[in-house]
């Protein structure tokens, strides 16, 4: 079957600008993580939602972060005012009910310019 | 909370050769899962192979092989006759496995990159 989607892959964002990625999981996963990983280092988790409920935000940077997954499928990470130091590859990953290994999507790049 | 730790950076081998990379971890937890992960150029991250921590035996999947020792909280993945589509970066990832507090998400140390010479 499919794997996870993410789009857009590459995104330049100039200082200041919102910008918004998005992440279609494995048809039926329950569980939906995101992860940020810098050049040359290994991805830092973000926040995950089981369904629709954002279990666990403990990871996000700032408040300039938000993410959403409001009918339990498809999530949308949402930076706002970006900054150079949010120009990295963000994560998406599933997770079905009672698995507790994780599928990746191919990221998105951002890069803030 | 836990960490992982990868102490080498980068590692080569020769096509066909045997390799080990080398991963440790901490935590006070004593149910967990392990894992490694390879990330190619593409950054498609892909599971290589995974253990359970109340699980003995050592976990294999074809030339992929893990030594895992839970009293040294160490995890190595051994890669049997390297090929050239074996060079990428891996990483190694914790999950906790508690049933009260524990989160699912995954702890990953900073990667080694692995260059298969031909």
């Known amino acids: 079957g499919a794997g996870v989607s993410q789009s857009p892959r590459y995104k330049v964002a100039k200082r200041g600008q919102d910008v918004a990625l998005r992440c279609d999981p494995i048809s039926g996963h329950v569980s939906l993580f995101w992860y940020q990983q810098a050049l040359g280092q290994g991805p830092e988790f973000l926040t995950y939602?089981?369904?629709?409920?954002?279990?666990?935000k403990s990871g996000l940077p700032s408040d300039r972060f938000f993410a959403e997954r409001p009918e339990g499928s498809v999530s949308t990470l949402k930076i706002q005012r970006t900054q150079q130091e949010d120009s990295a590859v963000y994560l998406c990953?599933?997770?079905?009910?009672?698995?507790?290994?994780?599928?990746f999507g191919p990221g998105t790049r951002l890069t803030v310019t | 909370a836990q960490t992982v730790t990868q102490s080498q950076p980068e590692m080569s081998v020769q096509e066909a050769e045997t390799v080990t990379l080398s991963c440790t971890y901490d935590?006070?937890?004593?149910?967990?899962?392990l894992f490694w992960y390879k990330q190619p150029p593409s950054r498609q991250m892909i599971l290589v192979i995974r253990?359970?921590?109340?699980?003995?035996q050592n976990a294999t999947e074809n030339r992929f092989s893990v030594n895992f020792q839970k009293a040294a909280k160490s995890f190595s993945l051994k890669i049997s006759d390297s090929q050239l589509g074996d060079a990428a970066m891996y990483f190694c990832a914790y999950r906790s496995a508690e049933w009260q507090g524990g989160s699912e998400k995954l702890v990953f140390g900073k990667g080694t990159k692995l260059t298969v010479n031909p």
């Open positions: 990953a599933s997770s079905p009910r009672g698995r507790y290994e994780q599928y």
């Open positions: 253990q359970e921590a109340y699980k003995q």
């Open positions: 939602f089981q369904n629709e409920a954002q279990l666990d």
């Open positions: 935590t006070s937890e004593s149910d967990y899962y």
